[in-house]
């Protein structure tokens, strides 16, 4: 059997180091904002090329506390449209409605997954004031059109880096391409903790310095609170063991191009389309999606894997717009409008993105994953009828 993602052989490969590394923790008695987590942030503000690091709980709350910060500040008040993927994992969307801000859901370029500039400069309104990027399947998302509009309408650009660790862009990675990002370390993603860890990066330190305020129940002096803050910290034990990975993460984000690679070259069933490469954005293929052309065809392949014993996932079925939690939002117009985009035989406003979650189908692909493996997924998927 082939699975969609080895945890165990991912964490046994590096287990040596992290045991010691959790080990001294462990001993040491120090279990939350210690040492751990200080030199963590300090190595990761330092690969991702950026002034300041700040750990959180989890990646939601590292989105969730930047929005909130920028609330704080005073950049962004109540009400305030921010522009998002439509296609995104519900979190990205979530960190917005969460903060009582409006997320204006944005279709994706078909060709690359990600946020299309084009509608995205037609999303635009006067109340517009910040785009949360998301670097979609761990695909660098950011390009000169959307830091050019970014500037020209005064908007914050928070980046999403939760599937992008290590991704370059120029001289910088992603996550320091934009005012503040949010990045998650969720066992499964590039860079993955042995539990729930997250992080900010920025470069602006009143921003880092009140996201840690934040963070820490709104005290920035013992006892003393300036924010109504939450508790959202990366412990000692994570933040160890995200040190360790944080030194494999260029080998294994090699490892995952090189099984990419791979399937580029070998898939070749006419059913398929596989999402466009550009010179100029890099991967560094959190997940690797393909897509059909019918639902039923995507549903079909995928049962026909399964029987054959590889695992696949879909990245994701339901799009945040059409998920019950919003179904009565008040700026959630997207879901009306599909619901009758049926029977009125009238495109629904977000069809790109239905079409894509009915459509996609992940394979496995990951920094243990043999190319053996991928040989095996690509001669089944070749002669699939
Ligand atoms: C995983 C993920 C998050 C949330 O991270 P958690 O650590 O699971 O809270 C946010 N955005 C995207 C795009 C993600 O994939």
């Not at 992290?18 to 300090?42: C, H, M, P, T």
């Not at 690359?112 to 509608?119: G, V």
């Not at 910290?233 to 993460?249: F, G, S, T, Y």
């Not at 026909?304 to 179904?327: D, S």
Request: proline share 5%.
């Amino acid at each position: 059997m082939i699975k969609f993602l080895d945890l165990q052989a991912i964490t046994a490969k590096y287990q040596d180091e992290i045991s010691e590394a959790v080990g001294r923790v462990v001993q040491s008695g120090w279990y939350l904002q210690g040492k751990a987590n200080a030199d963590f942030e300090a190595d990761y503000a330092r690969f991702i090329g950026s002034d300041y690091c700040v750990g959180c709980a989890n990646g939601l709350d590292a989105l969730i506390l930047i929005f909130r910060a920028y609330l704080e500040l005073g950049y962004l008040q109540p009400g305030d449209e921010v522009l998002v993927p439509a296609n995104t994992f519900i979190a990205s969307v979530l960190a917005i409605t969460e903060n009582n801000l409006k997320p204006v859901l944005v279709e994706p370029d078909p060709e690359t997954l990600q946020i299309d500039e084009t509608r995205m400069e037609a999303a635009i309104t006067p109340r517009t004031k910040a785009l949360c990027l998301v670097h979609l399947y761990g695909r660098n998302a950011y390009t000169q059109a959307i830091a050019a509009l970014c500037e020209q309408h005064h908007l914050l650009l928070v980046e999403d880096n939760a599937q992008a660790h290590g991704c370059r862009c120029g001289e910088l990675r992603t996550g320091a391409l934009g005012h503040a990002s949010g990045h998650s370390f969720y066992p499964g993603k590039n860079l993955g903790a042995l539990g729930d860890g997250g992080a900010v990066t920025t470069n602006d330190k009143a921003l880092a310095d009140t996201i840690r305020a934040l963070a820490n129940y709104g005290s920035q002096a013992k006892y003393v609170f300036k924010y109504a803050g939450r508790n959202s910290r990366l412990d000692e034990i994570q933040a160890a063991a995200l040190q360790v990975k944080l030194r494999h993460l260029e080998e294994d984000n090699a490892h995952r191009q090189a099984i990419a690679a791979y399937y580029y070259e070998h898939l070749n069933h006419p059913c398929l389309r596989l999402p466009r490469r550009l010179p100029d954005a890099e991967n560094v293929y959190h997940l690797f999606p393909i897509f059909l052309q019918t639902k039923a065809q995507r549903d079909s392949l995928q049962a026909y894997l399964t029987a054959q014993g590889v695992q696949t996932l879909i990245h994701y079925p339901i799009p945040p717009h059409l998920q019950e939690c919003y179904a009565k939002a008040p700026w959630n117009d997207y879901a009306a409008v599909a619901a009758t985009a049926h029977s009125a035989a009238q495109p629904s406003q977000l069809s790109i993105t239905e079409h894509l979650a009915d459509t996609e189908l992940s394979l496995p692909i990951s920094p243990v994953m043999s190319i053996q493996d991928a040989q095996i997924i690509v001669e089944l998927i070749n002669h699939w009828h």
